[in-house]
């Protein structure tokens, strides 16, 4: 889809989507901890942060360039919701994660590491087919195994007013 002089942009933007979900994974905790008494800890974790993007990058760019930014990116935003999540564990008891996690950590890997062996198709046909057969898979995989309760309401609800109006 794009041109070779742009092909190491790819793990730019890899590693700003790794970041991003990280974010998404661990978001609750900035908010779980700025309406606390530990409301100042923040600030810490924030200067350490900043600490740690400008070390991150000062050992990433000049190897890696913009790909080196983007992994310093991702690298800071593990470590610093790590240690929000830790400080949020250890005060609280409270930590998101459960076996459900991994499982359908496990259903997304196994469906990506599939997928790579459907051939290649012309590109709008490869996009179309090779999404919607991911999303069949991945929805139906974890639908089946009763992974996500609330993905299973929500898709019984649908299909109950789907084949009520039949």
Do not use: C
């Amino acid at each position: 889809m794009i041109p070779p002089e742009y092909a190491a942009g790819k793990y730019v933007i890899f590693f700003v989507s790794l970041g991003g979900l990280i974010d998404m994974a661990t978001g609750m905790n900035g908010m779980i901890l700025a309406t606390s008494k530990y409301y100042k800890y923040d600030t810490y974790f924030f200067l350490g942060l900043i600490f740690l993007t400008v070390a991150a990058n000062y050992v990433f760019i000049p190897k890696w360039g913009i790909t080196g930014a983007a992994a310093a990116s991702a690298l800071t935003t593990l470590l610093f919701n790590l240690y929000r999540y830790l400080f949020i564990w250890k005060k609280f008891g409270l930590q998101p994660f459960d076996l459900k996690n991994f499982y359908i950590l496990a259903v997304g890997l196994s469906i990506l590491f599939l997928v790579q062996y459907l051939p290649v198709m012309p590109l709008l046909a490869d996009i179309v087919i090779r999404s919607g057969l991911i999303t069949l898979a991945y929805t139906g995989l974890l639908y089946m195994l009763h992974i996500v309760p609330e993905m299973n309401e929500t898709i019984d609800g649908v299909l109950g007013k789907v084949l009520k109006r039949q």
